[in-house]
């Protein structure tokens, strides 16, 4: 079974905090992704990384960054957090070209 | 316009319902067609997926796609509580691992 493990189920962070969101996946995948889930705005791509060291923009990458120096872990960084990236986070990986995604739990992320 | 239009609904049905769950898209690029299913509090997970047109059934749950009118369609039979979920829409171009979701339409299945 591919797992998906992420680092916090819930996390509350203050404004203007530096925020680590961690995700680790065990079917060496090349692709992983970051999204946010927020009601009625659905699932919306952050970045996504096809390979260590490499990644994309998505649809809303602003107020985030990533690394991905490992094949298996890909983090999700917010710089200084605000109450608008308050959200629910999914991670997701893949095999390269391929369009199956396996999702993580989620982080539920509150920024007070 | 979105690229890929899902009802939210809620859509509450009794047991045994039959239930059609559907989506509009917006680019005929698009190849690859899912239905993703996410429990509360916990990630999607793919469903059933199609490639290009047609229908693909599995159990009680069929995916039909119509590429001429640019619709998806997800069906269950003798819906069941435990069917009680999100479902979510996704689309992919041809040999692009980035998908396309929809909203997703909240299911609820009542004894």
């Known amino acids: 079974d591919v797992k998906v493990t992420q680092s916090s189920r819930y996390l509350v962070k203050r404004t203007g905090e530096k925020v680590f969101l961690e995700c680790v996946q065990d079917m060496d995948h090349e692709n992983m992704f970051w999204y946010r889930q927020d009601p009625g705005l659905g699932l919306r791509l952050i970045y996504f990384s096809y390979d260590v060291k490499m990644k994309e923009k998505g649809d809303i990458p602003e107020g985030y960054s990533v690394s991905r120096e490992k094949k298996e872990r890909f983090s999700l960084i917010l710089e200084s957090a605000s109450t608008n990236q308050t959200s629910m986070y999914l991670c997701?990986?893949?095999?390269?070209?391929?369009?199956?995604?396996?999702f993580g739990p989620g982080t539920r992320l509150t920024v007070t | 316009q979105k690229e890929v239009e899902q009802d939210p609904g809620p859509l509450s049905v009794p047991e045994g319902a039959i239930v059609s769950l559907n989506c509009t898209y917006s680019?005929?690029?698009?190849?690859?067609f899912m239905w993703y299913r996410q429990y509360s509090r916990k990630g999607p997970e793919l469903l059933m997926y199609t490639y290009s047109s047609g229908n693909k059934e599995d159990g009680r749950f069929t995916a039909q796609v119509d590429k001429s009118s640019k619709y998806i369609s997800l069906f269950i039979r003798d819906s069941q509580p435990s069917d009680s979920a999100t479902y979510l829409c996704a689309t992919s171009q041809g040999g692009s691992e980035k998908l396309v979701f929809g909203k997703g339409t909240k299911l609820t299945v009542n004894p």
């Open positions: 680019n005929s690029a698009f190849q690859y």
């Open positions: 997701a990986s893949s095999f390269y070209r391929y369009y199956e995604q396996y």
